[in-house]
């Protein structure tokens, strides 16, 4: 192993030492066909966070664990082929995801929890949701359309980036695919040497196998089909949104408050593009405690 790659996993055992002090611990579960690595810990009702591409549960909410484990019980997942988590079923669909986040909480006996989910991990909670309406309380999708989501969206996507399909723009293979993807995360993206860019890439990108691929190539598949199954209309809805978002643009955010109506907020990070937890993360989390607690 190289140095730039010594680096890319002493940045990740770094994020996972300061997880661990604030009370969380990392666990593995065999259910069924699926094996779900996941993080808990901390006091009070339990707070689910599911995370999106790009990043493993530790990764993308290191900066909320911090700051929300002092008021929360977290439950923390990588969801499936991401970080520790994987399945012997080659079932890529969403509805999958859900599921194996649905038999982790009934094997922690968890009956009720609030979730936070950030792009697909917040599709991901939205069929939670509608599936198991009884296990939901409070919800906060980031950045994250669910069933407003439609074929022109998606069009404009490809278009917006030259690209053919979703897994050129958000699974980087060259070095230039990851400039563009750490330009849709951030307003002023972190600086990385070149050296390093090789195993960021690595990390980021496809698995040798393609899971991730055909996650997202199942999910464009069969987007109607998910659509039709996420009719939810939850009680206590928070959607955070950053302004400049160019995967998701405001302007479906928005569409996505009209949905929900007048028991949904809308809370605009300026200035944010797809990461406002990350980039923006004081603002974020003054946000989500806001409405939390």
Not at 120 to 143: D, H, K, N, T, W
Not at 178 to 202: H, S, T
């Amino acid at each position: 192993m190289g140095s730039s790659c010594n680096l890319v996993q002493l940045q990740k055992r770094y994020v996972e030492r300061n997880v661990r002090q604030v009370g969380l611990q990392s666990q593995e579960i065999r259910l069924g066909e699926d094996t779900i690595r996941y993080w808990k810990g901390g006091k009070g009702p339990t707070l689910l966070l599911l995370h999106g591409f790009g990043a493993d549960g530790t990764v993308a909410w290191e900066s909320q664990i911090l700051e929300l484990a002092k008021h929360f019980h977290l439950i923390v997942p990588d969801l499936l082929w991401f970080g520790g988590s994987y399945s012997l079923k080659a079932d890529f669909s969403v509805e999958h995801q859900a599921r194996a986040i649905k038999n982790l909480l009934e094997h922690l006996q968890i009956q009720k929890t609030d979730v936070m989910g950030i792009s697909y991990g917040g599709l991901v909670a939205m069929l939670l949701l509608a599936e198991s309406p009884e296990q939901v309380g409070r919800a906060i999708f980031v950045a994250s359309p669910g069933p407003v989501y439609n074929p022109q969206d998606y069009e404009e996507l490809l278009e917006r980036f030259q690209a053919k399909n979703p897994a050129e723009i958000i699974l980087p293979r060259t070095h230039s695919g990851l400039k563009r993807l750490l330009d849709i995360a951030y307003r002023n993206p972190p600086w990385v040497p070149f050296f390093v860019q090789k195993d960021l890439i690595e990390y980021v990108q496809d698995n040798p196998e393609g899971q991730r691929t055909a996650l997202l190539e199942d999910l464009v598949s069969n987007f109607t089909r998910v659509r039709h199954r996420l009719q939810i209309h939850p009680k206590h809805v928070l959607i955070v949104w950053g302004s400049d978002d160019t995967i998701f643009p405001l302007k479906i955010g928005k569409r996505l408050k009209d949905y929900f109506g007048a028991e949904a907020q809308l809370q605009v990070i300026e200035g944010a593009r797809h990461a406002p937890n990350i980039e923006f993360n004081v603002e974020f989390n003054h946000i989500v405690l806001g409405f939390l607690k």
